[in-house]
């Protein structure tokens, strides 16, 4: 069977975008929290070296605010949510992504013509 590894690494990187983004809309959360809930879609698992640069860049382009809270079991955390601006990108994304999973199902599915 060919490797897919690559193909799958560059799709992954654009759909952890997307899917961060709604774990956030969801609720506020800190890093290693969505780094644990990625780990359960194992197509989707990402290490800290990955999700944490992505969300320092999602802050950095106004998509995600963040805040400080006390935590019970160690040190302050940083929890993560979407910005205002954050939630429109996302509806973007979401439309963009309805209209690809159709087209692309569009030349994928097999369909017998005989």
């Known amino acids: 069977m060919p490797e897919v590894g690559d193909w799958n690494s560059q799709m992954r990187r654009g759909l ?7 774990l956030l809309e969801r609720q506020p959360s800190y890093g290693y929290e ?3 809930n990625l780990a359960e879609a194992p197509q989707l698992a990402a290490g ?3 999700v944490y640069p992505l969300l320092r860049r999602l802050r950095r382009v106004g998509w ?3 805040s ?3 935590s019970d079991a160690g040190p302050p955390r940083q929890y993560y949510q979407l910005s205002p601006a954050g939630r429109e ?3 973007a ?3 963009e992504w309805k209209g690809l999973v159709e087209s692309v199902s569009d030349y994928i599915e ?3 013509t005989q």
């Open 34 to 36: 969505i780094v644990t």
């Open 48 to 50: 800290e070296g990955t």
């Open 68 to 70: 400080w809270v006390e």
């Open 93 to 95: 994304l979401r439309h």
């Open 110 to 112: 097999r369909e017998n």
């Open 16 to 22: 952890l975008e997307l899917c961060i983004l709604g």
């Open 64 to 66: 995600l605010e963040t």
């Open 89 to 91: 990108y996302l509806e």
